[in-house]
């Protein structure tokens, strides 16, 4: 396995190439970097929004065109590019050492900003009674989800893909067992392909362990479970 340094603080810091990086091929590993980017947990809330808009649009009933595209380009703003603004300007102005985010103390900062601007967009939809209430408590779901990784990231280092794609099955259970059915059965095998994929993913080019992954996704599910009976 990859060697690692514990420094006085109690952070990790990694000296050495990840072991399973070395034993795939460099096609595998490249593979597992590309899911990795394209279902990064900044992604998950817009890839949420823009399904409940538009492949399972009777939840938008009633809602505009240029409408729903404008929820989902405020999603996109408060959940993709204000907190990966944040992460670039904590790399500018040295507080962490990697976008990447490879150690739980750079981690802190970043949850907490995000779970902020999750809160936001959690208030802005509560207060929208034109916005779904689906969507409005899929965000309350992310919010909670976000903080209780922060919590956990004190003791361990959570997977954060885990926790994206955790949360996107929560979505998806809940719309099942709602009654809303159109064309959920293809929907949910490609979620949970996805959710296998990534994750697989994270193990082969990352240094998480089997208990960080598999608690992201419990984390996912539970939270939107959470919201969903609050807001059912």
Not at 4 to 31: C, M, R, Y
Not at 119 to 144: A, D, S
């Amino acid at each position: 396995m990859e060697q690692t340094i514990t420094t006085g603080d109690g952070d990790i810091q990694h000296s050495a190439p990840v072991e399973n990086e070395l034993k795939f091929p460099l096609a595998v590993n490249w593979l597992a970097h590309f899911f990795s980017f394209i279902f990064h947990p900044l992604f998950i809330p817009v890839i949420a929004t823009w399904f409940l808009a538009y492949i399972q649009p009777g939840y938008f009933t009633g809602i505009a065109p240029q409408e729903k595209l404008l929820i989902v380009i405020r999603v996109g703003f408060n959940t993709i590019f204000y907190p990966a603004l944040t992460v670039f300007l904590l790399k500018a102005l040295g507080f962490i050492k990697s976008i990447l985010l490879k150690t739980q103390r750079e981690r802190i900062i970043p949850y907490i900003a995000t779970n902020i601007f999750y809160f936001w967009m959690f208030l802005v939809f509560k207060n929208q009674p034109e916005v779904p209430v689906i969507l409005t408590g899929f965000m309350f779901g992310v919010f909670i989800a976000s903080s209780a990784a922060l919590i956990a990231n004190i003791y361990f280092k959570i997977s954060m893909h885990a926790l994206g794609v955790g949360s996107l099955c929560g979505l998806i259970l809940l719309i099942i067992f709602s009654g809303f059915s159109f064309a959920i059965f293809l929907t949910v095998m490609l979620v949970f392909i996805i959710t296998g994929v990534v994750c697989t993913s994270r193990m082969i080019v990352s240094d998480h362990k089997p208990f960080d992954i598999y608690s992201g996704i419990f984390i996912g599910i539970l939270c939107q479970i959470i919201a969903f009976g609050i807001f059912s």
